[in-house]
């Protein structure tokens, strides 16, 4: 029986667009995530954007730092949130309504006046077989019961189904709707490019260390291993090299160094001492 992190080197090799922590290695790229909202949402200016992580999982309870959750910020200030959604689509309602929550939360600092709140977009791709998701594009808004009028209360879902006619949408998005379906990708510039992206990582010794430390499956054999007495020298290693990687990634995203010592000694199970150490050599590395 392969052990858990042959397992994960395993599915790294595999790894697609598919993949939870491989979407978001290449969706948290700038120019790549603005192409994406540019070619569903047309009407707005993505020149200028800011990718940040969503920090939490409802499902676990290590940080999701694998970009699972990319939050994509333009210039004015509205709120995007993208996520590859593969499986439990009959709760996408409820999950919709939870994920704004979420960013309407983040939005706004204690006692900020509520008038200061963005528009938030939670923003589905996957594929469906729902008779509702029938069109590429699936633009939701909270309507009145009587008559077509919209609320306006700034909150747009929109899911994006792979599994429809493509001919309401242009070559960008058709691009990643091949890779959503494990197909070539040969229409447009995003598509074949974000694949190429991917090929490029999985041949980098770098790329499959980022993956690992980018994977909370990982991180959980990693403290349970740090619980026991005599850890093995190889799982050692593996931290001394990973545990770098992740302080990275999470300063990256805005965590402080307090924050980021918190998080290394309460998810990981190290002593204050180690995460202080691990902290330094990060820093010195970077």
């Not at 540019?38 to 730092?65: A, C, M, Y």
């Not at 949130?81 to 309407?104: G, P």
């Not at 909150?155 to 058709?174: C, G, Q, Y």
Request: aromatic letters at 10%; one cysteine or more.
């Amino acid at each position: 029986m392969l052990s858990k992190e042959k397992r994960i080197r395993q599915k790294f090799l595999q790894a697609d667009f598919t993949d939870d922590v491989m979407f978001g290695m290449a969706m948290s790229k700038a120019k790549f995530c603005k192409r994406l909202l540019q070619s569903v949402l047309p009407e707005f200016d993505f020149q200028q954007i800011k990718v940040v992580v969503q920090k939490q999982s409802p499902s676990s309870d290590l940080t999701q730092v694998g970009c699972i959750d990319l939050l994509c910020i333009p210039k004015i200030g509205d709120r995007f949130n993208v996520k590859l959604q593969l499986v439990a689509e009959r709760n996408l309602a409820l999950r919709s309504r939870y994920y704004h929550a979420m960013m309407v939360e983040e939005m706004l600092a204690t006692d900020e006046d509520y008038r200061n709140l963005r528009d938030t977009y939670v923003i589905f791709l996957g594929a469906f077989d729902a008779i509702d998701w029938s069109h590429a594009i699936n633009h939701y808004q909270m309507m009145s019961d009587y008559g077509d009028d919209i609320l306006e209360d700034g909150t747009h879902t929109i899911i994006l189904n792979a599994k429809s006619n493509w001919d309401e949408v242009d070559a960008e998005l058709r691009g990643i709707f091949q890779l959503i379906l494990k197909q070539e990708a040969t229409y447009g510039y995003l598509g074949p490019k974000v694949a190429n992206d991917i090929a490029r990582v999985k041949q980098s010794r770098l790329g499959g260390k980022k993956y690992m430390a980018l994977t909370s499956e990982f991180w959980q054999d990693i403290r349970d291993e740090g619980r026991q007495e005599g850890r093995q020298e190889g799982k050692a290693e593996e931290r001394r090299e990973l545990v770098p990687l992740l302080v990275k990634t999470l300063a990256d995203n805005g965590k402080q160094p307090a924050e980021i010592m918190a998080y290394l000694e309460a998810k990981l199970g190290l002593s204050v001492q180690e995460a202080e150490e691990y902290y330094q050599l990060a820093i010195t590395e970077a």
